[in-house]
T-cell receptor
């Protein structure tokens, strides 16, 4: 069973569209994250939720809205997509004690 | 920002040789972690070293931590072609909900 799964794996869309990425973890972790990895492989945290509560909200355009319906799921909705949003988006989860991150396989978003 | 910087950015070695990657960071940490990312995949946790530890081993991996110099190194001994990947250090300022901050990564190529 995949520990952290995110869908879709690839997302190609036009500028201005709205899209969502879904993430689910079956590790029983309380904390989930969204990261953005750019073309230079720089990995930057965007959001973190602990047991459905938003605890980290980095400087991210408000076109990005995370939603956590329960502690096993964290979705990311992006409005009015821009060219600069093209990147790989990773979902991750962790236990608070050690903060070891367990990553999904990533969603490669291409905005045309 | 507490982002770690890794050195070198890229490293190419022959199979069987040792590979050493370095990470420098800026502020105090509780622990430092190393992750591997294979091409097109998510990051995978390799090893965690706590701030009160100086060295840790796991299989062919050896990690050192020098908190006075705010630096860490990852040594992979007897490298294999399968070790080809990008390697990231990640600093954890504390347990709980503090964010893990990833370094810029070292791209390792092991030539068979």
């Amino acid at each position: 069973d995949t520990a952290v799964s995110q869908t879709p794996k690839y997302l190609v869309t036009q500028m201005g569209n709205d899209k969502s990425i879904k993430c689910e973890q079956n590790l029983g972790h309380d904390t989930m994250y969204w990261y953005k990895q750019d073309s230079k492989k720089f990995l930057k945290i965007m959001f973190s939720y602990n047991n459905k509560e938003l605890i980290i909200n980095e400087t991210v355009p408000n076109r990005f809205s995370p939603k956590s319906p329960d502690k096993a799921h964290l979705n990311l909705h992006i409005n009015s997509l821009e060219l600069g949003d093209s990147a790989v988006y990773f979902c991750a989860s962790s236990l608070p004690a050690k903060n070891i991150q367990y990553f999904g396989a990533g969603t490669r978003l291409s905005v045309l | 920002s507490q982002q770690g910087e890794e050195d070198p950015q890229a490293l190419s070695i022959q199979e069987g040789e040792n590979a050493t990657m370095n990470c420098s960071y800026k502020t105090s940490i509780n622990n430092l972690q190393w992750y591997r990312q294979n091409s097109g995949r998510g990051l995978v946790h390799l090893i965690l070293i706590r701030s009160n530890e100086r060295e840790k081993h796991s299989g062919r991996l050896r990690v050192t931590l020098d908190t006075s110099k705010k630096s860490s190194s990852l040594l992979i001994t007897a490298s294999r072609a399968a070790d080809t990947a990008s390697y990231f250090c990640a600093t954890d300022p504390s347990g709980g909900y503090q964010k893990v901050t990833f370094g810029t990564g070292t791209k390792l190529q092991v030539i068979p």
